[in-house]
């Protein structure tokens, strides 16, 4: 048996015959298709996959295949001046400042960003109405931060349920679980144990030296304070690099593979790039259902990418009404770069 490994797969090649015609075992999927009743199944060569875990998960993250970014104090100028360019109009809004009270900022936020770009026009603020994925996804997420924090889980049920019932803000997601009906329960309880043993599986036991930290906060402000980046990751790795970028970002999903997931990596590195002479090297999502690592090396271009997308993003939540109910407007008009670089531009709807 021959093993491969691409990207986040290894491939485990099984030498079985070329069907008739072919041209012998290969790496590619494995085809499927109808077999006719009248017929024999033809067996087919193809890779078994199997997640990565242990030294080789952390080596895919460690080692992207490019050079790490350096530190680059006109970069991150550079960014920032763009930011601040795009984000102006709201700084310059009449009541941001009042006397002495200054009006809540603007926070921007990846779930909200996605909101924005996907749903356009206005849209009401508030909670995404639990469902039993969601509550997966939180519980999960709690016990990831455990089992790197302290190396072990013990039964997933009780140590999540245990966890969101110390935190107020979980209150009513706990008592819409409650309110499961006992299939629906069941199935919820056996998919986070499924989970967590993937997890127990094939994350190892991460260096102290490395920093490890979990519910990472990260915060930019920007057009006078009345803007807000605002992150928390589930898991940071590395020391903020002063000359080269040491710092990898790891996101935690529980469901399956969305195009948005990318968006939000890019969202994580450019709040650290702006927070931090160089950005992370590395920025990750980590699939608990599939046990599949999806890493993204930092670039110019992803970072460039990401304040696009910001900028358009934030002027489209500060034209929608906010929850206190009043009307919020962007007054003036901004283009933005439509290839992720400054001083290309084309018109954003916002």
Do not use: N
Not at 43 to 55: D, E, F, H, M, V
Not at 142 to 156: E, H, K
Not at 197 to 219: H, I, K, N, Q, S
Request: proline share 10%.
């Amino acid at each position: 048996m021959a093993v491969m490994e691409t990207g986040t797969h290894r491939w485990e090649h099984c030498a079985i015959p070329a069907s008739p015609g072919g041209t012998g075992p290969g790496w590619g999927p494995a085809r499927t298709g109808v077999v006719p009743a009248a017929t024999t199944p033809v067996r087919r060569s193809g890779p078994i996959w199997t997640p990565l875990a242990g030294p080789e998960l952390l080596d895919r993250l460690r080692f992207t295949g490019r050079p790490r970014p350096v530190a680059d104090a006109e970069r991150a100028d550079s960014l920032r001046q763009f930011l601040e360019e795009g984000l102006e109009p709201l700084g310059r809004e009449p009541g941001v400042h009042e006397g002495s009270v200054a009006r809540p900022p603007l926070v921007v936020t990846k779930a909200r960003l996605t909101e924005a770009h996907s749903r356009p026009g206005p849209r009401a603020a508030g909670d995404r109405a639990p469902t039993p994925a969601i509550a997966c996804g939180i519980l999960i997420g709690v016990l990831f931060r455990q089992l790197i924090t302290t190396g072990s889980i013990g039964d997933p049920v009780a140590d999540g349920f245990g966890a969101l019932a110390v935190d107020d803000r979980h209150a009513d997601l706990l008592a819409w679980v409650g309110r499961l009906p006992d299939d629906q329960r069941r199935a919820l309880d056996a998919e986070v144990r499924r989970q967590a043993e993937g997890l127990v599986r094939r994350w190892p036991a991460l260096d102290p030296a490395w920093l490890p930290r979990t519910e990472e906060p990260m915060r930019a402000d920007l057009a006078g304070g009345a803007v807000v980046l605002a992150a928390r990751v589930d898991l940071a790795v590395g020391r903020p690099g002063l000359d080269v970028a040491s710092v990898a970002v790891v996101e935690v999903k529980s469901g399956a593979r969305r195009g948005e997931h990318r968006d939000d990596l890019g969202f994580y590195a450019l709040i650290e790039a702006l927070r931090h002479p160089a950005p992370p090297f590395a920025v990750a999502t980590y699939y608990t259902r599939t046990g599949e690592l999806d890493v993204e090396p930092v670039s110019d271009e992803l970072l460039w990418a990401a304040a696009d997308r910001t900028v358009a993003g934030a002027l489209a939540l500060a034209a929608c009404t906010p929850p206190d109910g009043g009307e919020r407007r962007v007054t003036g008009g901004r283009t933005l770069a439509g290839t992720g670089r400054p001083g290309e531009h084309g018109t954003i709807p916002g």
